[in-house]
């Protein structure tokens, strides 16, 4: 067990292996040294650090904040917003370690880890032939619902860099 005092409060972390404790004391005295204060990260929530990222977005319109608030409110707010810090998501973790509130935003990476451990390597892409454009192509002008997204593809694939298709009769 090792055991320091935080804010007037006495921590302590546990390992069976003597090897394991010491690198965690040596992270919270890094932690304690570099201004990093975990106690705070413990008792603050999604909430507060949504209302602190917030207040910080001034490069953004208003139009773009108010889209921020709704969705907080419609999907987040009442789900997760009363979590403490380490269930925040990835734009508040960054708020977190720019005012020293953790070390580091833990998310970062984490989606490329996962899909690099389900998926292994990036398997490779080609571009539709110039038949397989054709044949798409040719699928939604068969179908009545898809024919309103003519005009997408026909851009799609006119800048992809392939071979020019025939998009209108």
């Known amino acids: ?66 889209v921020y608030k709704q969705v907080y409110r419609n999907r987040v707010k009442k789900e997760f917003g009363d979590k403490k810090i380490d269930m925040v998501l990835k734009p508040l973790f960054d708020i977190a370690a720019k005012d020293d509130i953790i070390r580091k935003n833990p998310c970062n990476g984490v989606l490329s880890e996962i899909c690099n451990k389900c998926y292994g390597e990036k398997p490779h892409r080609h571009s539709l032939t110039a038949q397989e454009q054709e044949n798409f192509i040719d699928y939604l002008t068969k179908k009545p619902i898809y024919n309103k997204h003519l005009p997408v593809f026909a851009v799609l694939f006119r800048t992809g860099g392939g071979e020019w298709v025939r998009f209108w009769g």
Do not use: H, P
């Open 1 to 66: 067990m090792y055991r320091w005092q935080e804010n007037g409060k006495t921590k302590s972390v546990y390992s069976m292996d003597l090897g394991e404790l010491r690198e965690k004391e040596f992270q919270i005295q890094k932690d304690i040294k570099d201004g990093i204060n975990s106690y705070k990260a413990e008792s603050l929530s999604v909430n507060s650090m949504f209302k602190k990222w917030i207040e910080r977005q001034t490069g953004n319109r208003d139009t773009t904040i108010n």
